[in-house]
């Protein structure tokens, strides 16, 4: 099926850590679309979870590999694998950050409550708000990465309930 080297057989893009193919050099892949190898062997075949905050990121690195490539040099650029993820239950939800993505990981948070409904609307404004302003610069691009740190104090400012993550991104 397809086109070989382009994409496996179940028609997600291959790109390596630069999301580039390595067969089609002008070709890049980012987000749901592309091939990423299963943790481990499931009862059930489920692929590894992509979220937005990690398909962000590949954006950002593609942008800034073209323009290496450009200038003639080699990219560079890597996509992050951290996932930080809002579920919203209308009257509360659960919040997730996993950094990275896959164990074993620097950050394993999770949280609930109505601050987590209030959150996702909060994000939803600043993100409409970015589109419109056609903005596409993270807020976490000069290096602002949430760390396990910076957690811990908001939590005790809001009051959240945390505890171990046991929530997986593909459930979302
Ligand atoms: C309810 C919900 C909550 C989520 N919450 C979070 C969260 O809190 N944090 C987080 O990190 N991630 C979250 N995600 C996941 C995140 O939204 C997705 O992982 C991300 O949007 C995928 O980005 P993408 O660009 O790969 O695909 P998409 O955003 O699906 O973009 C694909 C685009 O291609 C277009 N398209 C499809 N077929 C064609 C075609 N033939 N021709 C032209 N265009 C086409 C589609 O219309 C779409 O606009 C959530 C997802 C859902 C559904």
């Known amino acids: 099926m397809g086109i070989e080297g382009l994409i496996n ?3 997600f893009v291959i ?3 630069h999301q580039r193919n390595p067969k089609y050099q002008n070709v890049f892949g980012a987000g749901v679309c592309i091939a990423i190898a299963p943790l481990e062997a499931t009862p059930v075949p489920v692929g590894v979870p992509k979220t937005g905050y990690m398909i962000e990121s590949m954006a950002t690195a593609i942008a800034q590999n073209l323009k290496e490539i450009l200038a003639d040099k080699e990219p560079t650029h890597q996509g992050s694998w951290n996932a930080i993820c809002l579920a919203d239950f209308g009257d509360g939800g659960v919040v997730f950050v996993a950094q990275p993505q896959n164990p074993p990981r620097n950050v394993n948070w999770s949280s609930s409550g109505k601050l987590v409904h209030q959150a996702k609307v909060a994000f939803e404004k600043y993100f409409l708000r970015k589109v419109r302003k056609g903005s596409t610069e993270p807020y976490y691009g000069e290096g602002g990465d949430v760390d396990a740190e ?3 104090a908001e939590e005790q400012e809001t ?3 945390s505890g171990p993550s ?3 991104t593909g459930a979302e």
């Open 166 to 168: 046991e929530c997986k």
């Open 15 to 17: 790109v390596d850590k």
């Open 9 to 11: 057989p179940r028609g």
């Open 159 to 161: 009051g959240l309930r």
């Open 150 to 152: 910076h957690l811990q």
